[in-house]
């Protein structure tokens, strides 16, 4: 530990055989990089004595000394009472990202339920790092002052609060099959992952639920089942729900929704979702041949283009649904999705070329088109994305 170099990891192994003192004194000597100041905070775990204290809060209170060792300070410490009053400072909401989530979740740990709308709200994040942070919190305030005087602290005014009350009520036993008929969808998409009885499920249908909280049963009623036939039918009987999209053909819309609604946000409407499980998906694309049809149709017409390459060779990193083929002064793009194309003005010979030879060209109006309610991830954001983007999709 004498080196200052946070090019290679520290040895895990070897920080856990020095003696705590040694680890407290390597963690608060700023001439060693935070990475490996850090190792020996998380190497200190369950042998913190009094006697450290002096030496380990300075560090934790001091705005300047790097976020990532403070909020492993933070995991090591914050379990202790005397730190509840510097928790609760309305200071700690204006501390750096990752560090205000770890204190307000250290509060709960204390059992502050004054934190507690404040964790469902962390709880609530798309986020799984914060939102264990949350769920964490709650979990130990149940555990410290009972489920009821919890629930009673959330309320039910929030979509952020139906979402916690849920989860502490289904760990507790308790059904929350109603939550499928919730009006905030992240709440009944929630109430779907918990649903656990398929029996309970066909009497909520049966009672002739809105639209949509008949879809997220049904979709409960596929996860538990493994049986698409009876929800099938159920979807039949309800008449095939579906979100219309002014623009969007059926060969590209049948492409998107396999594609995209099994792995959707959870905030998409439930329509996406039983399309992708009710519908027949589009033929498995043949990528090598389709990508050999491009460049013969480009050669055939005397376009000069470079290799093809796929979204993550030409971004040098991250995945994607396409390949380009840079041509002068423009870049062409081949859905791996599905017979797609498009980049190049509408009017360019490069469109001509690839319609004749089978390509469906993704024009500026087709491609503008919003695949509405249907949310995807896509650099931090979780909302609907046009044609466009679907089809040629890249995600560093």
Do not use: K
Not at 312 to 338: M, P, Q, R, W
Not at 370 to 378: D, E, M
Request: aromatic share 6%; charged share 25%; net charge negative.
């Amino acid at each position: 530990m004498t080196s200052t170099d946070d090019r290679f990891p520290p040895d895990a192994a070897a920080l856990l055989a020095l003696a705590a003192d040694d680890l407290v004194r390597l963690a608060a000597d700023r001439a060693h990089g935070w990475l490996r100041r850090r190792a020996c905070v998380e190497a200190l775990a369950g042998r913190v004595a009094d006697r450290h204290l002096p030496a380990l809060l300075p560090l934790l209170h001091d705005p300047a000394e790097t976020t990532e060792l403070r909020i492993a300070l933070l995991a090591l410490l914050g379990d202790r009472a005397e730190l509840l009053p510097w928790l609760q400072h309305p200071d700690r909401d204006g501390e750096a990202f990752g560090l205000r989530e770890a204190c307000l979740a250290a509060r709960g740990v204390l059992g502050d339920r004054t934190a507690t709308a404040g964790l469902a709200v962390l709880a609530a994040e798309p986020w799984q790092r914060f939102r264990l942070l949350g769920e964490a919190g709650l979990d130990a305030l149940v555990g410290r002052h009972g489920l009821p005087a919890v629930l009673a602290d959330l309320g039910e005014a929030r979509p952020e609060d139906r979402l916690a009350r849920d989860r502490l009520r289904h760990l507790a036993g308790q059904d929350v099959t109603a939550s499928l008929g919730d009006p905030d969808r992240p709440v009944a998409h929630q109430a779907h992952l918990l649903a656990a009885d398929p029996d309970r499920l066909r009497a909520y249908l049966a009672g002739q639920p809105p639209v949509e909280a008949a879809l997220w049963a049904l979709c409960a009623l596929h996860r538990l089942t493994g049986d698409a036939a009876e929800p099938h039918a159920w979807y039949r009987r309800l008449g095939r729900p579906r979100v219309e999209v002014p623009g969007l053909s059926e060969e590209v819309r049948r492409a998107i929704v396999h594609a995209y609604a099994p792995r959707c946000e959870r905030g998409t409407d439930p329509r996406w979702r039983t399309e992708a499980l009710f519908t027949d998906p589009p033929e498995p694309v043949d990528t090598e041949r389709r990508l050999r049809l491009a460049t013969e149709a480009l050669s055939s017409a005397g376009i000069d283009f470079d290799p093809p390459q796929s979204a993550h060779e030409d971004n040098g990193v991250g995945e994607g649904s396409y390949h380009v083929l840079h041509l002068a002064g423009d870049s062409l793009f081949i859905s791996t999705l599905g017979p797609f194309a498009g980049g190049p003005p509408d009017d360019s010979p490069v469109r001509a070329a690839l319609e004749r030879a089978g390509f469906r060209w993704i024009d500026a109006p087709a491609g503008s088109a919003v695949v509405t309610g249907l949310c995807v991830y896509y650099f931090g954001d979780r909302e609907p994305l046009n044609v466009n983007t679907l089809l040629f999709y890249w995600q560093d």
